[in-house]
């Protein structure tokens, strides 16, 4: 990535100006501008890469879509299974002129309107889920790239650690340089490249959309079955008559068998085995060590040294316990001896099959990659002349918005703020421009009446069979698990 124009002013009147973005780059003849998006071809601004058009060959009922169903145009591309994305479509920036593309089409009898657009993001970043219960680092712990800020890790959700990357404040906000880094951190992950991350205080961290996350050169391979208390829950019956006691050690929840309503539902005796940490409900403990990369999320690595003591006036000598993480991955067989000491000895092979079947039910370890941004300023203004007027009709169901013909989350409230996961659009979806900003792509569909209603610009649409002629395009097949966004909306 540059962060200047690369093309100089100067006496050349073939230089052209590209005005697609606040950069303004002047642009020699046959060369790209700094975001290599525009290039000065014949002495024309021209959008480098083909706009994208995804083609599906299986409609939304299942059935395949009739080939050539239309009278042959010496055109193999069928206009009515044509979606147009934003990408390589280009941007209008500062949207004073109306979207790129404003495609009509009629599907099924109904007349409906997709606005087509590159849209140019300083208010974006990624939302990453990373599956493991292994500890990432604390909670508004830093998130560095090349030692540049680029977000924090947030909340973590269930069996999940988050990180919250880019962002405006690290696009903008910062140095130049940690801006450059965000981007181009940002830039990789949405179009499917890995991130090397470290945590301040925490792990070095590969994530990438789609791939298990590899935390300290460790790759992860099971997402947790559940807290310890869910185990419990979930494997008491399979446990019991074969065992004493059962421990699943959890960095959030501590299951203990006895203890726990599970084990009680099935009349155990109570072992006399009591764990460290913070006991919240019955069979419940919290804070049983330290957050790390051991057991069950926890920095443990001897499951013993949880065990703050043992009761002599309820345990006995041959007590059998069960110590298991919640994926299944450590686990031990102990057997009380004389002393009331716990010593490990081979495992039955009942206990054997549970502790797998903790694994069977484990999901892969995956990295999430959501991309979100911000819609609602001036890119609402290629759509219409009264760009609140799209914010409403977002809000109220009647226009569609996609990401290159993925379906998006619009959050409620004010404002055309999105999220979307990235590996449901096609491949190198995004770009970029040096402001820094990410650029990505966005449709609007609705009916033709709906549009004209809020004001669209009517008199730039062309139809879909127009797009699909263009030399300037690219055919790839719809991503099968995306819904079609021509369908009628409302
Ligand atoms: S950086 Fe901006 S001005 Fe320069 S070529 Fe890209 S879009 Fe055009």
Same mark, same amino acid.
């Given at each position: ?254 299951? %203990? =068998?006895?203890?726990?309503? #599970? *084990?009680?539902? +099935? ?7 009591? !764990? /460290?940490?913070? &006991? ?88 999430? %990659? =959501?991309?979100?941004?911000? #819609? *609602?300023?001036? +890119? ?7 760009? !609140? /007027?799209?914010? &409403? ?98």
């Amino acid at each position: 990535m540059t962060d200047a124009p690369a093309a100089d002013a100067g006496p050349n009147t073939e230089i052209v100006t590209c005005d697609a973005c606040p950069v303004l780059c002047r642009i020699r003849p046959g060369r790209t501008g700094a975001c290599d998006r525009y290039g000065n071809f014949d002495g024309k601004l021209t959008r480098v890469d083909p706009i994208l058009l995804a083609e599906r060959t299986i409609d939304q009922n299942g059935e395949m879509v009739p080939f050539l169903q239309n009278d042959w145009s010496g055109n193999p591309v069928q206009p009515s299974s044509l979606f147009v994305t934003g990408i390589g479509s280009g941007t209008t920036y500062p949207d004073y002129k109306p979207a790129p593309f404003i495609v009509s089409s009629t599907i099924e009898g109904v007349d409906m309107v997709t606005v087509v657009t590159e849209g140019i993001f300083s208010y974006c970043g990624v939302k990453v889920k990373i599956d493991t219960d292994r500890y990432v680092g604390p909670e508004q712990a830093a998130v560095r790239c090349r030692g540049e800020q680029v977000g924090h890790v947030t909340t973590a959700e269930y069996g999940s650690q988050m990180l919250a990357l880019g962002g405006v404040r690290h696009l903008t906000g910062g140095s130049k340089k940690e801006g450059v880094v965000t981007c181009e951190m940002l830039l990789n992950l949405c179009n499917g490249g890995a991130a090397e991350l470290t945590v301040d205080g925490g792990a070095a961290l590969t994530v990438q959309a789609g791939k298990p996350p590899v935390i300290n050169g460790v790759q992860e391979h099971r997402m947790r079955v559940g807290c310890g208390s869910a185990t419990i829950g979930m494997f008491a019956k399979q446990w019991h008559g074969h065992v004493d006691e059962v421990i699943v050690v959890d960095d959030h929840i501590t299951g %203990v =068998l006895t203890e726990h309503q #599970a *084990g009680r539902c +099935l009349d155990m005796p109570p072992s006399g085995i009591r !764990v /460290r940490g913070r &006991r919240s409900t019955p069979g419940r403990y919290f804070q049983v060590a330290e957050p790390g990369t051991g057991w069950g999320g926890t920095d443990i690595t001897d499951p013993l040294t949880i065990i703050e003591k043992i009761d002599p006036k309820i345990a006995r000598p041959g007590l059998r316990l069960l110590m298991v993480s919640t994926t299944g991955e450590d686990s031990a067989w102990l057997v009380l001896d004389d002393t009331l000491t716990p010593v490990p000895v081979p495992m039955p092979e009942p206990m054997v099959r549970v502790v797998e079947r903790i694994g069977e039910n484990c999901e892969p370890a995956l990295c999430t %990659v =959501l991309f979100m941004a911000g #819609a *609602g300023g001036s +890119l609402r203004a290629g759509v219409t002349e009264n760009p !609140v /007027r799209l914010t &409403r009709s977002v809000r109220d169901a009647l226009t569609r918005v996609t990401c290159g013909g993925a379906p998006v989350y619009v959050w409620p409230g004010g404002g055309i703020t999105l999220m979307v996961d990235v590996t449901r659009m096609p491949a190198n979806a995004f770009g970029y421009v040096p402001t820094p900003a990410i650029v990505a792509p966005i449709e609007f569909t609705l009916r033709r009446d709906d549009y004209a209603a809020l004001g669209g610009h009517i008199d730039w649409l062309q139809p879909i069979e127009a797009v699909a002629q263009v030399d300037r395009k690219r055919v790839t097949l719809w991503h099968a698990g995306n819904p079609w966004p021509l369908q009628e909306s409302g």
